[in-house]
């Protein structure tokens, strides 16, 4: 059963901010995220491990409530650049082999 | 980085057909993976493989086998490929258990 992503879509101004939520029904040791743009492979942001950590990577960071099977991916700032879509992909402790199951994704489009 | 060559990028086959997707990589990583990509539905994953000659289904693996003869390679063949195969293939490596993994830059397959 893949993650859950919220929103599915959204559309920001240059200089806002936005959240985006990932949440699974099974115990996660680890938390991925990708972003994608159109026509391009995925491209690996960060990993969060249980702990319940947080990251960061330039203006975008994410935190890992690993009671709640939660993530969270904040874009801060947003910049042009930060338009495509966001993946998800989470490890559970008891999958062999370090597959990743991803959510639906989330597209965001950053305007000027 | 991935290290990952995937050949062949575009392909336009006929059904019942059988076609080969080729995954090399540079990094002898130890897994590798085959997902799938299309809309509304995220990545999916089809195999996945630990080591050489050691390989396990993912969720969506009917139609599709693999395999793995050498540390830098794993191949995706589709038997008899249908319609419904018509998809974007990625292919990701990563190096160890509980690290990330990281993708190629894609197969685009059509099959009419």
């Known amino acids: 059963q893949q993650p859950v992503q919220s929103p599915q879509a959204v559309i920001l101004r240059e200089g806002e901010d936005a959240v985006i939520n990932c949440s699974s029904s099974k115990a996660l040791y680890s938390v991925h995220w990708y972003r994608q743009k159109h026509g391009e492979a995925p491209v690996f942001l960060m990993i969060l491990l249980k702990g319940g950590e947080q990251k960061g990577h330039d203006k975008i960071s994410a935190s890992f409530n690993e009671k709640k099977q939660q993530s969270s991916l904040y874009l801060t700032a947003s910049q042009l650049s930060y338009s495509g879509t966001y993946f998800c992909?989470?490890?559970?402790?008891?999958?062999?082999?370090?597959?990743?199951?991803f959510g639906g994704g989330t597209r965001v489009l950053v305007k000027p | 980085d991935a290290g990952i060559t995937q050949s062949p990028r575009h392909k336009v086959t006929e059904t019942g057909t059988p076609v080969t997707l080729r995954c090399h990589q540079t990094?002898?990583?130890?897994?590798m993976y085959w997902y799938r990509q299309d809309p509304g539905h995220g990545l999916r994953l089809i195999h996945y493989?630990?080591?050489?000659?050691?390989?396990d289904k993912g969720e969506v693996s009917d139609g599709y086998s693999v395999s793995r003869s050498k540390t830098e390679d794993f191949l995706l063949t589709l038997e008899s490929a249908t319609s419904s195969q018509t998809s974007v293939y990625f292919c990701?490596?990563?190096?160890?258990?509980?690290?990330?993994?990281?993708f190629g830059e894609g197969s685009w397959l059509t099959v009419v």
């Open positions: 992909g989470t490890g559970e402790i008891k999958a062999a082999g370090n597959k990743l199951t």
């Open positions: 990701a490596n990563g190096q160890s258990h509980s690290g990330t993994i990281y």
């Open positions: 990094e002898n990583h130890r897994y």
């Open positions: 493989s630990y080591g050489v000659k050691d390989t």
